[in-house]
């Protein structure tokens, strides 16, 4: 008997356009899906088997891992193909590394699908690239909802590199981040950009500053998911559809 093979596999910020083929093999192919909260509605329509929702928002609100866990190890133990549809990439603060591990453990096969992070393809969605070499010569993907006992990222090391910060999951925290990265020294006019619902139909963005970012978000009303994006490179989101808070690009 060939030992059952689990497949956490990453859906991609929302167009199903940007599942990659391998994701959308397994998901065709799949006796029974379990999918977090995020996934777009468009992906969940290519799900053939069972469609279970197991996920849990509000950005971030702790589902209870334990019984995705053992959900997982007794559809796969049945027989059945499971996938774990994830949003964006599987590993990058998805808790894929724990599901991986509880499934291991469990003596079952995983097999990660990665998929496209928002984190990347959202700031690109809006004309962000966000290690443009003449801007910044890297990117850091952090959270700013590290999670009920975990220890918060140290922003103002954060602030010293220089480099790009796209913040997941910032959105309900931005005005203690942004505190924060200017006490840390960076400026206050450096451009920001916020990018909620990326790649969906309800996709929406603007531009604005450091220090603007707090008013800017509560002006526009821009909500979870979304990733905040502070450096230089935020000023290349496209001037078209885009809403400008403070910042005076010329
Ligand atoms: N594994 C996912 C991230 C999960 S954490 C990935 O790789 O993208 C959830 C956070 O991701 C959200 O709070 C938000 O910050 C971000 N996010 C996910 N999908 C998004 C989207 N379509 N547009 C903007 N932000 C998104």
């Known amino acids: 008997m060939s030992i059952p093979v689990v497949s956490l596999v990453g859906a991609g910020p929302g167009d199903p356009d940007l599942l990659t083929v391998r994701a959308l093999k397994r998901i065709e192919a799949a006796d029974v899906v379990l999918a977090d909260d ?36 007794k559809e796969a133990r049945a027989g059945h193909r499971v996938v774990r549809l994830k949003g964006g990439d599987p590993f990058v603060f998805g808790r894929g590394g724990e599901e991986v591990d509880a499934l291991r453990e469990a003596g079952l096969a ?21 290690t443009d070499r003449r801007a910044s010569p890297g990117v850091i993907l952090v959270t700013g909802h590290p999670g009920e006992g975990r220890a918060e990222p140290d922003w103002a ?50 531009v604005t500053t450091l220090a603007g970012l707090p008013d ?32 005076n690009l010329g």
């Open 110 to 130: 995983v097999e990660v699908v990665s998929g496209l992070t928002s984190g990347i393809a959202g700031p690109a969605a809006v004309g962000i690239p966000v």
């Open 38 to 73: 995020l996934i777009d509605p468009r992906v969940l329509a290519l799900v053939k088997g069972r469609l279970l929702r197991v996920g849990k928002r509000g950005g971030c609100i702790s589902t209870d891992q334990h019984f995705i866990h053992a959900l997982m190890i």
């Open 216 to 247: 800017c978000i509560a002006r526009e009303g821009l909500k979870s998911p979304a990733l905040l994006v502070i450096g230089e490179v935020a000023a290349h989101a496209a001037l078209d559809a885009v809403q400008h808070c403070e910042l």
């Open 157 to 206: 090391a954060l602030a010293r590199t220089g480099l790009t910060l796209v913040i997941y999951m910032g959105v309900a925290r931005a005005a203690d981040i942004t505190a924060k990265l200017l006490g840390a020294g960076l400026k206050a006019d450096l451009p920001a950009a916020i990018v909620s619902a990326a790649h969906t139909a309800q996709q929406r963005h603007a």
